[in-house]
């Protein structure tokens, strides 16, 4: 591990003002962060630790959820209104790691984990997110657990994270400090970037910018969801395939379906042509089953990879099942 120094800045401004520099990274719980320095896979000269700038307020009022950057992962999925009204982000984040590393991890700091994809985590290896031009290795290679949507031929490296599958379904926003002082809101379905001819450049999220929090708008939908994941092992393990699904049902037919899937591709997935195919629609096992058909839409498998269409289809439709039984 190359030798780097910490700060912790008393204020958003000044943190904001330290992480400006390219050889600077902020750090939050510190489980991925650690990894990364450990293993010489980022070398920043300089951290900024988050810890002091009191983030941590997870706040609902007048049905919207405030979820501060540095709130926990273990007190979000615990926190009530979240268990009560958002049952999918709870169930993503109890799916997520293990009680020590949820006791730790961060709001701000799972949206920006770094893929687990073994060619990026191994220097040993050239890596096209590592090292731009360098090569991706991964689409000849073992492509097991990596992406089938999103990708480049310059890279299939999956996003890890399971909280963001469930924010994307619900249409979270994050709100973001810029170095010069102003508080911005942006969609989480604009924040990541497809991997493109850079995929170094994981997010729109600009040097020096920080998460202060994760919005979720008041909306009934959130209330009929769940987060379904499947993975080699059962615990502490990161998703195969993991799916998250919310419906809004009115007079016996779905009004408003929401879908979106972890472990397949390049950022977390929305499956618009699957809501639009449910909408309208009583719903039923044949239902479920046809407008999962269309989850394959674009996709580039490999041979190692391509059981994860048919495995994303079967997910999506038994959490469907799930909440509309
Ligand atoms: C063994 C193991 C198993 C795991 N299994 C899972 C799993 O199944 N599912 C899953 O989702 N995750 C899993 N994780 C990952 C874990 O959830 C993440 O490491 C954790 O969420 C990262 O949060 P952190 O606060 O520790 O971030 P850090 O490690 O401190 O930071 C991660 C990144 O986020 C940036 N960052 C952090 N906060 C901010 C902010 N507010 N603004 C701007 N940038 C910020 C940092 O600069 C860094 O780039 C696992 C981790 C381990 C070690």
Redesign the pocket.
């Given at each position: 591990m190359q030798n780097f120094s910490i700060t912790s800045p008393s204020n958003l401004p000044a943190a904001a003002a330290a992480g400006q520099n390219s050889d600077t990274?902020?750090?939050?719980?510190?489980?991925?962060?650690?990894?990364l320095l450990k293993n010489n896979v980022i070398t920043p000269s300089k951290l900024i630790d988050?810890e002091k700038l009191s983030?941590s307020e997870i706040k609902s009022e007048n049905g919207v959820l405030r979820l501060g950057?540095?709130a926990t992962?273990a007190d979000v999925a615990a926190h009530p209104v979240v268990r009560q009204n958002w049952p999918a982000i709870s169930r993503a984040l109890l799916?997520?790691?293990?009680p020590q590393?949820?006791n730790?991890?961060?709001m701000?700091?799972?949206?920006?984990?770094?893929t687990r994809c073994l060619y990026f985590r191994d220097t040993g290896f050239a890596c096209n997110k590592r090292a731009p031009g360098s090569g991706c290795p991964a689409i000849p290679g073992d492509s097991r657990d990596l992406a089938i949507l999103g990708t480049s031929p310059h890279c299939i490296a999956t996003h890890?994270?399971?909280?963001p599958v469930a924010l994307m379904a619900l249409d979270a926003e994050l709100e973001l400090l810029t170095p010069e002082g102003t508080t911005r809101r942006m969609s989480l379905s604009k924040f990541y970037r497809l991997p493109g001819t850079t995929p170094h450049i994981e997010s729109n999220?600009e040097a020096g910018?920080?998460?202060?929090a994760v919005i979720l708008a008041d909306q009934a939908i959130g209330r009929l969801s769940t987060y379904l994941k499947v993975r080699d092992r059962t615990s502490?393990?990161?998703?195969l395939v993991s799916a998250a699904v919310a419906l809004d049902i009115e007079d016996g037919l779905i009004k408003n379906a929401r879908v979106a899937l972890g472990g397949v591709g390049t950022m977390p997935w929305r499956v618009h042509q699957v809501e639009l195919a449910l909408c309208g629609q009583k719903p039923s096992d044949r239902v479920f089953e046809l407008a999962t058909l269309r989850i394959g839409e674009g996709a580039q498998t490999t041979e190692m990879n391509a059981f994860k269409v048919k495995l994303a289809q079967r997910t999506v439709v038994r959490a469907l099942q799930a909440i509309s039984a």
């Amino acid at each position: 591990m190359q030798n780097f120094s910490i700060t912790s800045p008393s204020n958003l401004p000044a943190a904001a003002a330290a992480g400006q520099n390219s050889d600077t990274a902020f750090i939050a719980g510190g489980t991925d962060m650690m990894q990364l320095l450990k293993n010489n896979v980022i070398t920043p000269s300089k951290l900024i630790d988050l810890e002091k700038l009191s983030l941590s307020e997870i706040k609902s009022e007048n049905g919207v959820l405030r979820l501060g950057a540095m709130a926990t992962m273990a007190d979000v999925a615990a926190h009530p209104v979240v268990r009560q009204n958002w049952p999918a982000i709870s169930r993503a984040l109890l799916l997520s790691a293990s009680p020590q590393v949820r006791n730790m991890g961060t709001m701000g700091g799972n949206l920006l984990q770094r893929t687990r994809c073994l060619y990026f985590r191994d220097t040993g290896f050239a890596c096209n997110k590592r090292a731009p031009g360098s090569g991706c290795p991964a689409i000849p290679g073992d492509s097991r657990d990596l992406a089938i949507l999103g990708t480049s031929p310059h890279c299939i490296a999956t996003h890890p994270s399971d909280l963001p599958v469930a924010l994307m379904a619900l249409d979270a926003e994050l709100e973001l400090l810029t170095p010069e002082g102003t508080t911005r809101r942006m969609s989480l379905s604009k924040f990541y970037r497809l991997p493109g001819t850079t995929p170094h450049i994981e997010s729109n999220l600009e040097a020096g910018q920080i998460i202060t929090a994760v919005i979720l708008a008041d909306q009934a939908i959130g209330r009929l969801s769940t987060y379904l994941k499947v993975r080699d092992r059962t615990s502490f393990a990161f998703a195969l395939v993991s799916a998250a699904v919310a419906l809004d049902i009115e007079d016996g037919l779905i009004k408003n379906a929401r879908v979106a899937l972890g472990g397949v591709g390049t950022m977390p997935w929305r499956v618009h042509q699957v809501e639009l195919a449910l909408c309208g629609q009583k719903p039923s096992d044949r239902v479920f089953e046809l407008a999962t058909l269309r989850i394959g839409e674009g996709a580039q498998t490999t041979e190692m990879n391509a059981f994860k269409v048919k495995l994303a289809q079967r997910t999506v439709v038994r959490a469907l099942q799930a909440i509309s039984a």
